[in-house]
């Protein structure tokens, strides 16, 4: 049996100091589960030294990404109040090992939400939705990584900024997606590449932390996973711009970079 809290403490170190460690199953033979409880653990130690749950971050929202993990299900990690960004504020590359930053779209919920839902119950507990970026960040050494590790690295969780909110009623099956840098487009992507639709990653939120015994509460953001691949780089000011391309709504997700 792999020592859940040791393993836990390995990854906590890890992001504490943004300094690479080795890949878990090179040391351990360790599960998919196995991998949710050092994430929980390891979450745990946060939670320990003051941090809050804020909401959930959802991973592996495309088919392909599936298919080439050889899953059939969607992973998941936890958020807290320390992984937040303001819109427009500064990160430092040195709290991080190998960041990159992906575009996303956020979900706050103004009731709780758990179990099985349909996309329409799993709306009717929105409050408001925005553009999003999620930094990424493995703490494995050359961002290499088994489903187990990833799981138990907080599927790469290590900040996130959100937009500005917006009426839940808005359409968000096709927005475009435009992350630049310093001006420049590096990804243009559609809202439509999360699961077809953002709401299907929110019905899975609410199904996979109900079966954790971690429903999704109110005031909680749900980060729907990225709708393009994610981008690597210095940056150091994330600000998020809704604007419109032609008649079709477009959210401009800029990551701004000194070089």
């Known amino acids: 049996m792999p020592d859940i809290a040791k393993l836990a403490r390995t990854l906590d170190n890890a992001a504490a100091n943004a ?16 991998g949710y409880d050092v994430q929980a653990a390891s979450i745990g130690r946060r939670l320990i030294r003051g941090e809050k749950r804020v909401g959930v971050k959802m991973g592996f929202t495309s088919r392909a990404k599936m298919v080439q993990m050889g899953i059939e299900d969607m992973i998941w990690g936890r958020l807290t109040d320390q992984m937040v960004i303001e819109d427009g504020g500064t990160v430092s590359m040195a709290d991080y090992v190998h960041p990159r930053v992906e575009p996303e779209i956020a979900f706050l919920l103004d009731r709780p939400l758990a179990g099985i839902v349909t996309g329409a119950e799993a709306l009717a507990a929105v409050q408001a939705v925005a553009p999003a970026m999620e930094i990424i960040d493995s703490r494995y050494r050359n961002f290499k990584f088994s489903l187990a590790d990833v799981v138990a690295d907080n599927c790469s969780s290590s900040g996130f900024v959100v937009g500005p909110w917006r009426d839940s009623e808005a359409e968000l099956t096709n927005l475009g997606m435009i992350m630049e840098f310093n001006g420049r487009p590096r990804q243009i992507g559609s809202s439509a590449a999360i699961l077809g639709n953002p709401v299907r990653a929110l019905v899975a939120a609410a199904r996979l932390s109900a079966a954790a015994d971690e429903p999704l509460q109110a005031g909680w953001i749900v980060m729907a996973g990225g709708a393009t691949a994610a981008e690597s780089g210095k940056f150091e000011r994330l600000r998020l711009v809704p604007g419109t391309a032609g008649r079709r709504e477009c959210i401009r997700q800029v990551s701004s970079s000194s070089r």
């Open 19 to 34: 300094k690479a460690t080795r890949q878990l199953s090179d040391r351990e033979i360790l599960t998919e589960l196995e």
